[in-house]
Nanobody, 123 residues
Framework: QLQLVESGGGLVQPGGSLRLSCTAS????????IGWFRQAPGKEREGVSC????????NYADSVKGRFTISRDNAKNTVYLQMRSLKPEDTAVYYC????????????????WGQGTQVTVSS
């Protein structure tokens, strides 16, 4: 079963940057669409960004467009989420997830999930 591990979260001041990583132990990771999701306290989980298996198709939530960039390095079994100009409302637990549906635009049908990494944006 595909296992995902997120890293890179932490505490950052408003306007700062963080880069999250999502790494899998299996080479089959390269065939999966990877999505980043987040859940803030008291709110529903939302899709933030996703990237298809080749990296040629990506999608961003309106709330992060122009600030976040998703990319992948299939040789390293890793997907990155570069986050810039962070705002307090970006504070959440960020999860990566994998889908066998090769789409860079859907936030549905993700059966494999990581454990999450906390991102806190505060002064």
């Amino acid at each position: 079963q595909l296992q995902l591990v997120e890293s890179g979260g932490g505490l950052v001041q408003p306007g700062g940057s963080l880069r999250l990583s999502c790494t899998a132990s299996e080479f089959t990771f390269n065939y999966y669409t990877i999505g980043w999701f987040r859940q803030a306290p008291g709110k529903e989980r939302e899709g933030v960004s996703c990237i298809n298996s080749s990296g040629g198709s990506t999608n961003y939530a309106d709330s992060v467009k122009g600030r976040f960039t998703i990319s992948r390095d299939n040789a390293k079994n890793t997907v990155y989420l570069q986050m810039r100009s962070l705002k307090p409302e970006d504070t959440a637990v960020y999860y990566c997830a994998a889908s066998a549906v090769d789409s860079g635009s859907s936030y549905e049908n993700y059966p494999y999930w990581g454990q999450g990494t906390q991102v806190t944006v505060s002064s």
